[in-house]
């Protein structure tokens, strides 16, 4: 097979069992979990100390902060403004801390520590997932020394210095321990995915080397076995006999590299679309999710080699990057690669699945499946890629050569 079919036949390598996006996925909910857990917690703390607060303050200071949990819970099992949650969560929690002194009337009601101690490591650990590891550092330190500062004042609670500072070392040392875990837990799965995303890139290396040594031996045996045969057997010949038979023999061998020629076409040869679909569903068997293919308007259609070996590497690694991070606990994710032709010199490829989905804006520039592997590809073949996706909402991968193709077709 030729080097470009080589690549559509190619399994891909499984992706590894932990990934940057399952560890936000994990974070996230295992922080909307223990903050309502603590938030109930601390309900008959809060309702019992609201008399000795301003009127109506213990109140609204319940609503705000139960409120900005209830959304942060929801936000991180909904997978959607996870990160825009917890940084609310976390902004109005050291709003709250800071006014509490001024919010408090009546000291001598704020019996024990204040009912916001108990939401402490909720907050640092809603700054960690919402900010990088410096910005999370500082407020993990800064929060518990202002609760430390408010627990040794009338306001919170009046303790001595010594039961305030263990307070506040206490949740600070949690504080710290959530923030260690996590960016530890997040750089080892950026290397996993920078890992994985460097052997793809290996890997269709070596499949094109691969294939390209089988096409060097096959070429090499043709000339072997008919060039050069036939070669020898005209020098040798002496007869009539002889030379007719060197004759057939040497229209057999040009006949043959005519035909090895058709098989290994060129940058500038055509080929049907149905080349193309033929090895979007080679490639679709060695997925573990089923994926459908859909193909239209096929018919007298043909593109340069060049056109389909973009677009079919294009459409793999889209179908790729949905397995890896479409599916969402729960339910089944359906994936389509719907192929198109457009006009007799176009094709336009979606493949789009109902997952999870993702702010395309938010992707790295270093991530690679993306930027090189689709939209750099089709770029440098003189096509488009567009993503359209939101979390949530599934994602579509629309691939069109040549470029302007499809708006020009709708």
Known sequence: MAAAEWRATRLVPRRAAISRAQVETVSGRAL?????????????????????????????????????????????????????????????????????????????????????????????????????????????VLIPIAYGVIRATPAGGGA????????????????????????????????????????????DVVA??????????????????????????????????????????????????????????????RVGLDVLVRRLRTAVAGFSAPIDVRPTGLGGVELPVEAVDALSSAAVQAMVNSVQHADESGRAVGRTVEVRGAGANGCVIRVADDGSGFDPAAVPMSRIGLRVSIEERMANAGGTATVESAPGEGTVVTLAWPAGVEASDS
């Open 32 to 140: 909307g979990v223990f903050g309502l857990v603590f938030g109930g917690q601390t309900v008959p703390i809060a309702i019992g100390q609201a008399p000795a607060l301003a009127d109506g303050a213990g109140i609204a200071l319940m609503a705000v902060l139960y409120g900005s949990l209830a959304a942060l819970a929801v936000a991180t099992f909904a997978r959607v403004a996870v990160r825009a949650a917890a940084a609310t969560f976390a902004v109005l929690f050291a709003i709250a801390l800071v006014a509490w002194p001024y919010l408090v009337g009546s000291p001598a009601g704020i019996d024990g520590a204040p009912w916001l101690y108990y939401l402490v490591t909720v907050a640092t650990t809603a700054a960690v997932i919402a900010v990088p590891p410096m910005p999370a550092a500082v407020y993990t």
């Open 208 to 269: 094109r080397q691969h294939a390209n040594e089988i096409e060097r031996v096959k070429v090499d045996a043709l000339v072997h076995d008919s060039v050069l045969t036939t070669l020898l057997s005209a020098a040798a010949a002496r007869t009539p006999a002889e030379r007719a038979l060197a004759a057939r023999m040497a229209g057999d061998a040009v006949r043959r590299l005519d035909e090895a020629a058709a098989e290994l076409p060129g940058n500038e040869d």
């Open 160 to 203: 001595n210095g010594f039961l305030a500072a263990l307070d506040a070392m206490y949740s600070m040392i949690l504080g710290i321990v959530a923030l260690v875990i996590i960016t530890m837990l997040r750089q080892a799965a950026e290397a996993v995915d920078a890992a994985q995303d460097a052997a793809l890139q290996r890997y």
